[in-house]
């Protein structure tokens, strides 16, 4: 991730912020800040994977919107991890590799118990680096599956991905622990099919499990 990156993202959420605010229906506006253990994965039939673990932490914005329904923008920087088999000719083991990225959240919340209890849902937008590995020696391992790809060939994963979300927030006022399952809707390896590697067709969706908190000042 370049700073760039970074900086745009950071601004929109603050314009995305400001706007909301203005346009709040009944004045309930929060701004918080959240932290999140994650479980992710990638669903592929291209390769063996082992679920990784991870963090994401940032800052987010809730407010009424109409009815039982408010709205949280959110924007998140997140560092996951993964695994996937290889070898290195003689012993097969799990290559451990891992994403960092920038996340930006647009959701609807539907008041289940108001500023109590919410089901939260809607899209984000990811971008993210390359997937590294994480240990030099595993970079020339060959994956399973494969007669010449290498670890270090899956890195330049598609940099631009949404998701959807689903999940749950309950709490109080200025706490909130949550919960969310995002799902991948785009093909996080659609840009390994442009290196000319040992196939073309590699297809693969994200999913995360967040467990995490919500602090609102």
Known sequence: MNRLTILFFTLAFLILQQSFAQRNY???NRMGIQGSYMLFDITTDDFIT???TGFAGGFTTRGSFRNAFDLVYGLSFMG???SIQGSDGIKTENIELSVQ????QFLGSYNIIKHHLTLEFGPTLNVSGKMKVKRDAQ?????TGYDALKASDLENISPINFRVVGGLSAGIESFRATAQYQ???TNMLNRLNDQGL??????????TIL???VVYF
């Open 211 to 213: 467990l995490g908190a």
């Open 101 to 104: 990225g920038v996340q930006l």
């Open 139 to 143: 970079s020339d391992y060959i994956i």
């Open 50 to 52: 082992t679920q990784g």
């Open 26 to 28: 009944d004045e309930y």
């Open 183 to 185: 799902y991948g809707v």
């Open 80 to 82: 996951s991890n993964l």
């Open 198 to 207: 040992e196939k073309d067709d590699f297809e693969g969706n994200s999913g």
